[in-house]
């Protein structure tokens, strides 16, 4: 019997070409979390033309804008920014070539600005490779940290951060929306190193002497 087919998932940098749908995702995000009312006068074409220059131009190099497909249709999407505090602090240009360590010998932190995934498409692992994805990219910038906000009511938001590793740490916001304020907080993990590859056979840290 043949086996039903599978559609091709992947990760992929975002292009101008994905503004629209971003966008949509976007709205429909918001939408889901605030409410109509809170997008109702938000007008499409303006958020897609600050997505277009954000992916075609990030206003920071340490930027990312990535999606998820699924076979040909993009299904999610990803955006991650340096920290308000990582702006803050300056330091080397993150444009320049150095390696990390010689960038940011601190490091700093990598923002999730945005991560979403169509309701239709969610629980089949595409939030989690968008966050890996975002991870190594930052973690090659020499990126410490990673953060990510989420409402306080948003039970299934948290808990996918959490289960990544991520944990509170007492810092909140207050949103000013339509309908009401409400609240974010705050969540942070440690980017970890990425670990060293093994030798391969026949390879030795200290080659014999002859």
């Known amino acids: ?45 303006v958020v897609a033309a600050s997505w277009t220059a954000a992916i075609a131009s990030p206003p920071d190099p340490r930027g990312r804008v990535l999606v998820a497909a699924a076979g040909p ?12 505090a990582s702006l803050a602090a300056g330091g080397p240009d993150p444009a320049d070539p150095a390696t990390p360590e010689e960038a940011a010998p601190d490091g700093w932190t990598t923002e999730l600005v945005a991560l979403e995934v169509a309701p239709a498409d969610r629980r089949q692992g595409h939030g989690s490779r968008l966050l890996a994805a975002a991870v190594d990219l930052a973690r090659e910038r020499g990126a410490h940290h990673v953060g990510a906000w989420s409402l306080r009511e948003d039970t299934s938001r948290t808990g996918f951060l959490t289960s990544a590793g991520l944990a509170e740490v007492g810092v909140r916001r207050v949103l000013d929306v339509p309908g009401g304020e409400r609240e974010e907080f705050l969540l942070t993990g440690v980017i970890q190193p990425e670990p060293a590859a093994a030798p391969r056979p026949g390879q030795h840290d200290h080659p014999h002497p002859h």
């Not at 091709?8 to 995702?25: F, G, K, Y």
């Not at 299904?75 to 308000?84: D, K, L, N, Q």
């Open 73 to 84: 249709r993009v299904v999610g999407f990803v955006a991650t920014a340096p920290s308000a």
């Open 1 to 45: 019997m043949l086996s039903p087919l599978v559609a091709d998932v992947s990760v992929r940098p975002a292009t101008p070409a994905d503004a629209e749908v971003v966008t949509a995702l976007q709205l429909a995000a918001w939408r889901e979390r605030l409410g109509e009312e809170a997008v109702s006068s938000i007008d499409p074409t």
